[in-house]
């Protein structure tokens, strides 16, 4: 079918077909991010969403950060498909060996120190988890974060974001303070330009000391602000984030949702970073889709935190479904070499939009890692202030052209493209996604 068909498979014209489901969506909904798009996704395949009209749409968001192996991958559609003839769900307390498997196969890419796996749903879930463990085992309460993060919306999570979700729920957990996020094109503290070089880290300790009761549970980071706005912090960020925490008796928890299995071009960001965390959370990537997420930590934290009777009995954890997709997303990450691939369409994708960098004045900063890319825009590079209304516009602009865009913006601070396609894209999606976002901005201005 092609865009302007007014007839679909069932016979019923498209139009008819998307005010009735648009009637039902404005009785029934809770609008959870503002108000819905005016139209409806019908499928997704790889690279691509097609709308109940049959308009087919390159997905540079990679569903929620979750797709990253594309949309409906063979490899997850036969796991669950295996899944759904041995079991699906079980009691909390009893393990399937794809569980067990999972587990296996998650600690043996990782390094001596996390070795120690529970498998949840999501990244709030898995950062829910670690950072009760890190008050059990500290007997502290007190949690770092950094002032750009989005760690998720649950009450131990959402109490560490603050990029998002915060006014008007009443107060957060006692106890959690935020340090400046070392964002090189806007200097929380003023200090440096277009390179960080660990100040604003330094005065966050200081600040953090200051007000500290004496009681430090953990830090939590992303190893690339995503939602924040695609900060990438500076060499030697996190190597001195955890000489900091252990210093103060505190635990580092990372939580790469975004960042793990073949995004930023390795395994894991920490890899890259230099500092290995006492936590790992990681959730979307591990999915295909699927909701799948695991808290990894240290053989000792796990034994002293059960010794203190440690409980985190879910609906869903453990359950054999989702870790035989993990175990699918894992096989298909090595055997595609999807990290190497990460690189090579990063590099591709970087250097268009450095090109469009160029030509447009109103791209004021590019910036990212392996196939995770963050755009500022900005009214013009001098003043750099930011342009959320020409964000809305272009991303507006770019979904009638057929790509998906999702803008970031946070009030007032800044508006920026978070560029993910999955990592299974072709070359030639990739010039596809930059030839409809370089026709977008030229016609938006
Ligand atoms: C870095 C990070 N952590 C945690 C979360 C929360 O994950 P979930 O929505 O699966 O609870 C997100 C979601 O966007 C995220 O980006």
């Known amino acids: 079918m092609t865009a302007g068909d007014d007839q679909d498979e069932g016979g019923k014209g498209w139009q008819a077909r998307r005010r009735e489901l648009q009637a039902v969506v404005e009785r029934h909904m809770i609008r959870y991010v503002g108000d819905f798009p005016p139209f409806f996704i019908e499928r997704a395949e790889g690279a691509y969403v097609y709308d109940d009209r049959g308009r087919q749409i390159l997905d540079f968001t990679s569903g929620q950060m979750c797709a990253t192996l594309g949309h409906n991958h063979p490899a997850v559609v036969a796991a669950i498909g295996r899944s759904c003839e041995r079991a699906i769900h079980l009691f909390s307390w009893l393990l399937a060996p794809e569980v067990v498997a999972l587990c296996r196969e998650l600690a043996a890419l990782l390094p001596p120190q996390l070795q120690k796996v529970i498998l949840l749903n999501t990244g709030s879930e898995a950062n829910e988890v670690a950072l009760r463990m890190a008050k059990l085992a500290t007997g502290g309460h007190e949690v770092i974060g950094l002032s750009a993060s989005f760690h998720g919306l649950t009450g131990g999570a959402g109490a560490a974001t603050y990029s998002v979700g915060r006014r008007g729920y009443g107060p957060g957990l006692p106890g959690n303070l935020a340090i400046p996020t070392p964002n090189a094109y806007r200097c929380p503290i003023r200090h440096c330009t277009d390179a960080c070089d660990l100040s604003c880290l330094e005065v966050g300790f200081e600040l953090i000391d200051s007000q500290s009761a004496g009681q430090p549970a953990a830090a939590i980071a992303e190893p690339i602000i995503s939602t924040g706005g695609v900060i990438v912090p500076p060499a030697g960020y996190f190597p001195r984030l955890k000489e900091l925490c252990e210093a103060r008796g505190m635990l580092l928890i990372l939580d790469e949702a975004q960042t793990a299995f073949g995004r930023v071009g390795a395994n894991f960001a920490f890899e890259q970073d230099g500092a290995v965390p006492d936590f790992l959370a990681v959730s979307k990537t591990l999915g295909g889709g699927i909701p799948l997420a695991a808290a990894v930590t240290s053989a000792e934290l796990e034994e002293r935190c059960y010794e203190r009777g440690f409980v985190h009995v879910t609906s869903h954890v453990s359950d054999p479904l989702p870790a035989a997709v993990g175990l699918a997303v894992l096989e ?86 978070r560029i993910a396609p999955p990592l299974t894209a072709s070359e030639r999606q990739i010039d596809d996604g930059l030839a409809i976002l370089d026709q977008a901005v030229g016609q938006s201005l």
């Open 332 to 417: 298909v990450l090595a055997r595609e070499r999807l990290a190497e691939r990460a690189v090579m369409l990063g590099e591709r994708l970087a250097a268009g939009l450095r090109d469009l960098q160029q030509r447009y004045e109103v791209i004021g900063d590019v910036r990212g890692r392996g196939l995770l890319w963050g755009v500022e825009l900005v009214t013009d590079r001098q003043s750099r202030t930011p342009n959320p209304e020409l964000g809305a516009r272009i991303t507006r602009r770019c979904l009638e052209l057929g790509l998906s865009m999702n803008i970031v913006s946070l009030p007032g601070l800044a508006s920026v493209w």
